[in-house]
């Protein structure tokens, strides 16, 4: 994406396109048509796959639209903000460099005032050449008042001028879940790893004192029985204890309860909570927090249950 002063052959110093910056970025765009930035970066960890999966025709059948949307995308939030940015600047600065344009040809003038001055004392003593010298002089100081508000009148005109310029596309990458269960795998054990930090690192901000009871080992430690029903035990100031579930998506969607869970959060009603952390495979996770989720989440459930996003930010404690 480039960001361009645009000509305006009426004026001189502006009558050729200038690039003033290029950008090299990235766009995502899931199922669902949402469209985000994402680091360039990712394009190189994905992994070259084999065929097209069923699931990947429909978003393929509407690729060209979705690139259209996405165009749109880049030229309204990225470029709007890259031509947002420039302009600004140059209106920022605009009376200093109008200051330091003026006084640079108000020297010229200046200069040539005096030299004006001298020759017209000549020409008043009948030294016939001073008085075609003073008429030169004239020509040059209409000149240089002239070049002076053509100047002032481009560097007003520049800020107009800049806009975004045309989206090249590099490259196009489907990205679809692995069909490898052991990557997949590995992949949920890492977004619920990033989750329990999010999930622990905000107790111990609000001088909690946490411990993992995630596993059978470890809740016999804390003594609990060996599949308490939740993730974190948090001891916090005032005597507060809350059981924490948690729960991580990489980026957004449904989040599964279990009927053990479910059972614990039912009767561990005053102390149990669900923290689920979205956008856990960005740089930026976000953390949703629920108190009392059994009846903040619809009581009825049996067995497991699927909870959209929507539902839990409704029921999150606001900070």
């Known amino acids: 994406m480039t960001v361009e002063r645009q000509a305006d052959p009426s004026l001189h110093a502006l009558a050729r396109l200038e690039e003033r910056e290029a950008r090299l970025f990235a766009l995502r765009q899931d199922q669902e048509g949402r469209i985000g ?3 360039v970066e990712h394009l190189l960890l994905l992994r070259g796959g084999k065929g097209l999966p069923p699931a990947g025709i429909p ?3 509407g690729a060209e639209a979705r690139l259209a949307r996405a165009e749109g995308y880049a030229r309204v939030e990225i470029a709007g903000a890259l031509v947002a940015v420039q302009r600004q600047a140059l209106l920022d600065t605009q009376p200093e460099r109008e200051d330091f344009l003026r006084c640079g040809y108000d020297y010229q003038l200046a200069e040539l005032a005096a030299a004006r001055t001298r020759h017209n004392a000549k020409a008043r003593e009948g030294d016939p050449r001073a008085r ?6 004239k020509g040059r100081q209409a000149a240089v008042e ?6 002032l009148a481009a560097l007003r005109r520049e800020p107009e001028l800049i806009a975004s310029g045309p989206v090249a596309w590099l490259a196009h990458a489907l990205v679809v879940p692995s069909a490898d269960p052991e990557e997949r795998q590995r992949f949920d054990a890492a977004v619920e790893a990033i989750a329990v930090r999010v999930a622990w690192a905000h107790e111990v901000a609000d001088g909690a004192v946490v411990r993992d009871v995630s596993t059978p080992e470890l809740a016999r430690a804390a003594g609990l029985g060996d599949h308490p029903g939740f993730d974190l035990l948090s001891n ?3 005597g507060e204890e809350r059981a924490i579930e948690v729960k991580g998506r990489a980026t957004s969607g449904q989040v599964e309860i279990t009927d053990n869970e479910w059972a614990r959060a039912c009767t561990s009603a005053g102390k149990y909570w669900l923290y689920v952390v979205y956008d856990c495979a960005t740089p930026h996770p976000r953390l949703a927090r629920v108190k009392d989720p059994f009846r903040r989440l ?3 459930a049996k067995g497991s249950m699927l909870i959209g996003v929507e539902l839990v930010l409704m029921a ?4």
């Open 37 to 39: 930035p994402c680091a």
């Open 59 to 61: 978003f393929v059948a």
């Open 132 to 137: 075609g010298e003073v008429t030169r002089l």
């Open 146 to 151: 002239a070049h002076r508000e053509e100047a």
């Open 236 to 238: 916090r100031p005032g």
């Open 298 to 300: 619809i009581a009825q």
């Open 316 to 319: 999150a404690e606001q900070e």
